[in-house]
Nanobody, 124 residues
Framework: QVQLVESGGGLVQPGGSLRLSCAAS????????MGWYRQAPGKQRELVAA???????NYADSVKGRFTISGDPAKFTAYLQMNTLKPEDTAVYYC??????????????????WGQGTQVIVSS
């Protein structure tokens, strides 16, 4: 089994900053990509940012220039530095890992794993 644990959410005023952390653990053979998704009330879950094991990053247009993803999927960690937060950033943020569990090391496919989510509220 693979588990993801997030931390760092909370309440912040517009213009403020937060840093989210995610750590994967369990019987992991390899992690290919780690990312952060968010889901606001009444909306679909969307990709915020992702980082590959080679260090390539990808961001949603709405967060470019404000959010920075870092970490090392090969070491099962990912972070999301969120600056200049806006009320529209309010959502539950989920950590995602594209990984192979040890028991499936031979599989050609990667498996998606999710954290439990951490709430981010941007409000004055």
């Amino acid at each position: 089994q693979v588990q993801l644990v997030e931390s760092g959410g909370g309440l912040v005023q517009p213009g403020g900053s937060l840093r989210l952390s995610c750590a994967a653990s369990g019987s992991i053979f390899r992690v290919n990509t780690m990312g952060w998704y968010r889901q606001a009330p009444g909306k679909q879950r969307e990709l915020v940012a992702a980082i590959t094991s080679t260090g390539s990053t990808n961001y949603a247009d709405s967060v470019k220039g404000r959010f920075t993803i870092s970490g090392d999927p090969a070491k099962f960690t990912a972070y999301l530095q969120m600056n200049t937060l806006k009320p529209e950033d309010t959502a539950v943020y989920y950590c995602n890992a594209e990984a192979k569990p040890t028991a499936r090391w031979y599989d050609a496919r990667w498996y998606d794993y999710w954290g439990q989510g951490t709430q981010v509220i941007v409000s004055s």
